[in-house]
């Protein structure tokens, strides 16, 4: 008996993946779907400060190009695309892509889905007049301590308008801060019919998500164990999900590609940014991970099944970005003998400067590159004989001046300071806007009426 | 202070330990050798999953590592520490609160997304029996370390 199967491919894991993956994915083989995740936790806010620079702007600008190379496979192969590369203007986002199709002459014969209603920046004071707090779900704080600060707020929305879009023809939709899982599920459960309470399904479909949503993450990327002998990977295989009606499916890649789908680079993946196991929430559905089984069932290929899942929660979790302040981060290499020591006498001469002028900072962090900055104390006393150490220095302030002031403090330090330094041909470092992240909940019922599925034809 | 030259470990075992005939019943062993580990962040919080090379190895991280042993692997770095268990997949899950300095864009440090606390935790030292200590394999390929 051949049982039908739904093929979904991830072409991105972040806006700045890699750009040949979607191309590879339509090309290297049979897929159904191209799924395409953009948005991380401060994408949108990047994306909102470039559209109050330019209001066509505000989306992943990678996507409209990417589009262009390839409408004309997926017109012809019948594939179709999600993605939430509308960012915070998505119908910019999918006008470019209109455009794009029409120069590539296909006018008429492509059709984009348009979810709108995830964005609540215009709602804010209204929500909060009726006593929605959004309080910040880690500190307890109310919104309103930082309103006058909000860049962008983004309810996190699920798989039901990508679903009535694909159901309406869209050959490409283009939402806004869809969840990375909702960008798998809605395909299948189209595809499937699935009922959007069947719990288990929808936990599979959002486990399916969740495997595939970072790209090449889960097949070889980034993969630790053994890593010497993933081969290939000039060339990697991004992930794809062979979807059974049944809730199972096997994750693969494409022949002829590198990297490696095992049980282990699976499960690199579903550990990935993991909190509660139990219960993994999404606006679709809760998905327990203590239920997930895992089988190599054949070179490249393993088999996911047991899911379980549970009931949505009354809530959405809100993504809202404010203006927090200004950071810089300034190095210089010291080298060897004595690199590690050089450093940290450049750090004590830099930070009585820096008092001297009376210069007032929220923090100023020194890490040593090559001695002990990402394992800290962990990585037991600095090396002597170490080649060189890079001084990494950074600090943090509400007002502008002190970090801009810090900034002229580096290179001083090159004839003012300790020998054998070098590395300061990148001149001043950037004075960096801080875009901070206020993750809050809000009750469904403020958010699913306002969300509209657009169907435009180009 | 004089700083010890570090040279990785050519086997898990460590010499002092194995050169004696009849010694402890177990001998501490990184966990590099006993697991793999991804680490990722939401807001200040990172985590780490931490993931048995085999199996039979799943029990004994249980038993050894600890919610308390890895806050106190971590003193001073993180606020504290929740376990949770994975049987299906031999993993355990940390979640490592306060570990950031603030997380995402407020974080200075180069490790803002915790995406090598991973590594860090491999460092521990857990105690395991003789017998599977010598059994324990560095991963296979070309050292990098010195010979």
Redesign the interface.
Known sequence: MSERKVRVAAGQGFWGDWLEAPVRQVRGGEIDYLMLDYLAEVTMSIMQKQKGRDPRMGYARDFPPLMERILPDIAEKGIRVTSNAGGVNPRGCAEAVLEAARRQGLAGRIRVGLVTGDDILDRLDDLLARGHELRDMDTGRPLSDIRDKVLSANAYIGMAPIVEALKGGADVVVTGRVTDTGLTLGPLVHEFGWSPEDWDRIAAGTVAGHIIECGAQCSGGNLLRDWRSVKGMANPGFPIVEASADGTFVVTKHARTGGVVSVPSVTEQLVYEMGDPNSYITPDGTADFTSIRLEQAGRDRVRVSGITGGPRTPMLKVSIAYFYGYKAVGTLVYSWPDAYDKATAADKILRQRLADLGLEFEQILTEYVGANATHGPLAGPPDPEAPEVQLRIGVRAREKAPVERFTREIAPLVLTGPPSVTGFAGGRPAVEEIVAYWPALIDRREIEPHIKVEILTA | ?P????VPKRTPVKKAASSRAAGPATVPVQLRWLA?????????TA?V?L?A?EPEYYPLLVKEVTRQRVAR??R??VASVER????????L?F?LHGAL?G????S????AQGK?Y???LL?MEVPVPRVLARRLQP????RTSPA
């Open positions: 202070m700083a010890k030259k570090r793999h580990a991804r680490s990722g962040d939401k807001g200040d985590n999953g993931i090379l692997h971590f001073g770095g949770f268990e994975l049987p299906n997949l031999n993993a899950n979640l300095d997380g995402g864009t407020l200075l440090k180069t490790d090598v991973s590594t860090a460092r991963p296979r390929g070309p």
